[in-house]
């Protein structure tokens, strides 16, 4: 696995073949990266597996990830924007399979328009992921 830095304090990007963890986070080597604005179920939740499964089949079918972290962190995880190989955006690419939600919060909306039609009656939305624009 190639990693871009080895220090991920100070890291801007990250890039190799990372381990899926869950449906919004990847582990190149010892860093962990949270992928930017989406919301995904955890694995014990309903849909969290299918998550994991959608990100998992992304991640397997490119030579490589690299994500540009955005210098945010949570639970110990780095927050980034993380892209294919021929630079096809993860995040974007779960929401338009309806796998995962636009967390506005944070997004600031930039994948609900990817969302699909009645997904989020299907999937449920994380409380901190609600944002009104302030």
Known sequence: ?????????????LQGNPVVVD??????DKHYVRLFGIDAEEKRETH??????GLQR????????????NGDTTHRRSVGSCYTSDGRDLAAALVSQGLV???ARYSKGVYRHLEPAGVRDRLEQKPYCNWRGR
């Open 1 to 13: 696995m190639t990693v871009a830095c080895a220090i991920a304090a100070v890291c801007t990007i």
């Open 58 to 69: 992304i991640v397997s079918s490119t030579p490589y990830v690299r994500c540009q972290l």
């Open 48 to 53: 969290g597996p299918r998550a994991t499964e």
């Open 23 to 28: 449906g919004d986070t990847l582990r190149f």
């Open 101 to 103: 939600l636009d967390c």
